[in-house]
């Protein structure tokens, strides 16, 4: 009786398995076939692989595509297409790879241009470097990170006086769509005093990858980066592996203990990267359509940001949090706020106004300011807020001239500081402002000085 290919394989291992102690070994990889193709989703069996491990799906005509097995059922393999895939058939081979490739990594990657497997797409040929990484990440004991003692300055008014970033910190930048996200995280690339800056763009539009390396970061930028960039017509598991690219080169940079910005655009299109991989191997979807595993996978991205060990260096990292529709309620938006540092909020209704970066400092915080920063410094930011806080509170009456001057020295103070207020915000896209001059705006700015925000 002629044995079906599945029991032929079992049997197979059986008798590796059962070899003499001594005897000589070798490993043994059993190939598949395919069996079935539902969306994104392939399914193979008689494949011995783990999960998460590359394969190589195999054609007759040996054209081959590469996919990542994301899922299994009893003797069912799921898996899902790195790449764009076509010309898949029925029976075709699927062959596990023994080893995740390595990408090269020195000091020959600043200035290029990834896609989300490491391999160069900005046309300058292959990245020449001695080392090579591979994207398994190594975890950092939490008690062995170095706490967060001083400032980063990102070149930013507002956000050097106000909130204050701290090196190995981790903010979100939470933004609709259209109120200069990108025009802020290139500023800060511009401008920053990182050693390394790390630039992943997920999920974005095709269009705005070359838009952002050619305006947004410029030639000066662009000379101390590395871009790794996955648009949106990507398949899911390359948007993921572009993320993870990203935290893993700057891990990379911050063992041979460089300062890092690491600044990814964006964590939702991550997020909703993973949704679709758990949902097409029939995960249930629990909150708003997100299933489980999706608030499981966005702290283990997070936290590999933050400072190494003592002595190595460290990844100040900002997420960019899509809020549709301005609500900042939404599930991923919530999660993230919870398990990050600090959020940087950019309105649409500064931005309608012409306030440029459109930062909310009212609705905005950094969690690690009051440890980084002097004093009075603190004071002054609070003073701020303050001010800000009263003429808000007081705008609809101001506005229809039913305030009456006098009736209130702090809303008269408000007033008098409100237009200061608003021009210590805003900031030219080619204008730099260290974290120094920053303190001296807002020490000038509380003390009446109208020229201090010029």
Same mark, same amino acid.
């Given at each position: 009786?002629?044995?079906?290919?599945?029991?032929?394989?079992?049997?197979?291992r059986?008798?590796?398995?059962?070899?003499?102690?001594?005897?000589?070994?070798?490993?043994?990889?059993?190939?598949?076939?395919?069996?079935?193709?539902? *969306?994104?989703?392939?399914?193979?069996?008689?494949?011995?692989?783990?999960?998460?491990?590359?394969?190589?799906?195999?054609?007759?005509?040996?054209?081959?595509?590469?996919?990542?097995? @994301?899922?299994?059922?009893?003797?069912?393999?799921?898996?899902?297409?790195?790449t764009?895939?076509?010309?898949?058939e029925?029976?075709?081979? @699927?062959?596990?790879?023994?080893?995740?490739?390595?990408?090269?990594?020195?000091?020959?990657?600043?200035?290029?241009?990834?896609n989300?497997?490491?391999?160069?797409?900005?046309?300058?040929?292959? @990245?020449?470097?001695?080392?090579?990484?591979?994207?398994?990440?190594?975890?950092?004991?939490?008690?062995a990170?170095?706490?967060?003692?001083?400032?980063?300055?990102?070149?930013?008014?507002?956000? #050097?006086?106000l909130?204050?970033?701290?090196?190995?910190?981790?903010?979100?930048?939470?933004?609709?769509?259209?109120? *200069?996200?990108? @025009?802020?995280?290139?500023?800060? +690339?511009?401008?920053?005093?990182?050693?390394?800056?790390?630039?992943?763009?997920i999920?974005?539009?095709?269009?705005?990858?070359?838009?952002?390396?050619?305006?947004?970061?410029?030639?000066?930028?662009?000379?101390?980066?590395?871009?790794?960039?996955?648009?949106?017509?990507?398949?899911?598991?390359?948007r993921?592996?572009?993320?993870?690219l990203?935290?893993?080169?700057?891990?990379?940079?911050?063992?041979?203990?460089?300062?890092?910005?690491?600044?990814?655009?964006? %964590?939702?299109?991550?997020?909703?990267?993973?949704?679709?991989?758990?949902?097409?191997?029939?995960?249930?979807?629990?909150?708003?359509?997100?299933?489980?595993?999706?608030?499981?996978?966005?702290?283990?991205?997070?936290?590999?940001?933050?400072?190494?060990?003592?002595?190595?260096?460290?990844?100040?990292?900002?997420? +960019?949090?899509?809020?549709? *529709?301005?609500?900042?309620?939404?599930?991923?938006?919530?999660?993230?706020?919870?398990?990050? $540092?600090?959020?940087?909020?950019?309105?649409?209704? %500064?931005?309608?106004?012409?306030?440029?970066?459109?930062? $909310?400092?009212?609705?905005?915080?950094?969690?690690?300011?009051? #440890?980084?920063?002097?004093?009075?410094?603190?004071?002054?930011?609070?003073?701020?807020?303050?001010?800000?806080?009263?003429?808000?509170? #007081?705008?609809?009456?101001?506005?229809i001239?039913?305030?009456?001057?006098?009736? #209130?020295?702090?809303?008269d103070?408000?007033?008098e500081?409100?237009?200061?207020?608003?021009?210590?915000?805003?900031?030219?896209?080619?204008?730099?402002i $260290?974290?120094?001059?920053?303190? %001296?705006?807002?020490?000038?700015?509380?003390?009446?000085?109208?020229?201090?925000?010029?």
């Open positions: 009786m002629q044995l079906s290919q599945h029991n032929l394989l079992n049997r197979l059986q008798r590796a398995n059962l070899a003499a102690p001594g005897a000589f070994q070798y490993q043994y990889l059993a190939e598949g076939r395919l069996t079935r193709l539902v *969306g994104m989703t392939l399914e193979a069996e008689g494949l011995q692989a783990s999960l998460g491990q590359t394969c190589q799906i195999i054609n007759k005509s040996g054209h081959s595509v590469e996919a990542e097995v @994301v899922g299994f059922n009893g003797s069912k393999v799921y898996l899902m297409p790195i764009h895939f076509s010309g898949v029925p029976g075709a081979r @699927v062959k596990p790879q023994n080893e995740s490739a390595a990408i090269p990594i020195g000091e020959q990657l600043l200035g290029r241009v990834l989300g497997i490491g391999q160069p797409i900005d046309g300058l040929g292959p @990245v020449k470097a001695k080392d090579s990484l591979r994207l398994i990440p190594e975890m950092i004991n939490p008690l990170r170095a706490p967060i003692a001083n400032p980063m300055d990102v070149g930013i008014r507002a956000i #050097n006086a909130l204050t970033v701290g090196q190995g910190q981790r903010l979100g930048l939470f933004a609709g769509s259209g109120v *200069g996200k990108s @025009v802020l995280l290139g500023m800060m +690339t511009r401008f920053t005093k990182a050693d390394i800056v790390v630039v992943g763009l999920g974005e539009r095709g269009r705005e990858v070359k838009e952002f390396i050619d305006h947004s970061l410029g030639a000066e930028g662009l000379a101390r980066a590395v871009v790794v960039a996955s648009p949106a017509d990507d398949a899911p598991l390359m993921l592996r572009a993320s993870e990203c935290c893993r080169i700057a891990e990379y940079y911050r063992d041979q203990g460089k300062n890092v910005l690491l600044l990814m655009d964006s %964590l939702t299109r991550y997020a909703q990267a993973q949704r679709e991989v758990s949902l097409a191997i029939g995960e249930p979807p629990a909150t708003k359509g997100y299933p489980p595993s999706v608030f499981a996978k966005l702290p283990q991205l997070v936290e590999r940001a933050g400072n190494g060990p003592e002595g190595s260096g460290s990844i100040t990292a900002f997420y +960019t949090v899509l809020t549709e *529709g301005d609500d900042l309620q939404d599930p991923v938006a919530d999660s993230a706020r919870a398990i990050l $540092d600090g959020h940087i909020v950019l309105s649409r209704r %500064l931005a309608e106004e012409g306030v440029y970066p459109a930062i $909310d400092v009212e609705a905005s915080i950094s969690r690690a300011m009051p #440890n980084i920063v002097a004093p009075e410094q603190l004071q002054q930011m609070q003073a701020f807020k303050r001010l800000l806080a009263t003429y808000q509170q #007081n705008k609809d009456l101001i506005s001239g039913a305030y009456r001057q006098g009736s #209130n020295p702090e809303v103070l408000a007033i500081r409100f237009p200061m207020l608003r021009q210590f915000v805003c900031q030219g896209m080619a204008e730099a $260290d974290f120094s001059t920053a303190q %001296l705006h807002l020490g000038a700015l509380l003390q009446g000085n109208n020229g201090a925000a010029s």
